[in-house]
């Protein structure tokens, strides 16, 4: 017939687990040093696709800064993409107001490697019907590309809706 067979575990004063049933001794410090490992490498884990998927940079910066003065930087943050012919090359790393002029400085992080001409112009333009905000950067067709810590000379801010269509509502108020 058939039997159960029951498993009885108990501890030991030594710190081991005896399994009454075949015999085997296993001790509690190779379970501890198990599970610690198991640990060490989730944490690992984590740590590598936070880096991985936040696009941050441990070793050594792939980036140099170029600047940019708009009009207006409205809808555009920190972190958003600057491409070249719909190409990634880099990203929006802060905006400030200029005191003296008062628009808006943006500091670009591009991509070491990627030369961007002195004549270039940069646009902030918009992505799909959500109203994401990027930079467009328009190579021109000078020879000589700009240094870091430059300034892109010849920009266009962002195009307004709201003007735009007050305008058209309301008519333009200006008086001729």
Known sequence: MGGVIL?????????EIKNETTGGVMKK??????VGIFVVIGILCVGYLT?????????????????????SA??????????IAGVQVGQVEG????????VAQVELKIQKGIEIGEDAIAS???????????????????DDALEP????????????????????????????
Do not use: R, W
Not at 29 to 34: L, N
């Open 29 to 34: 410090s190779s379970v501890e040093m198990a």
């Open 124 to 142: 902030i333009k918009t992505a799909g019907l959500i109203g994401d905000k990027y930079i467009m950067i328009s190579p021109g067709g000078s």
């Open 95 to 102: 905006i400030t107001l200029e005191p003296i002029m008062q």
């Open 74 to 83: 409205a809808g555009l943050k920190p972190g958003s993409n600057i491409e």
């Open 51 to 71: 880096v991985k998927l936040g696009k941050m940079e441990l070793l050594g910066d792939n980036y140099y800064t170029l600047y940019a003065k708009f009009e």
């Open 149 to 176: 810590g430059a300034y892109i000379d010849d920009t266009e801010s962002a195009l307004d809706v709201e003007d735009l269509v007050s305008k058209y509502v309301f008519g333009d108020k200006k008086e001729k």
């Open 7 to 15: 498993i009885v575990e108990k501890y030991d004063y030594k710190n």
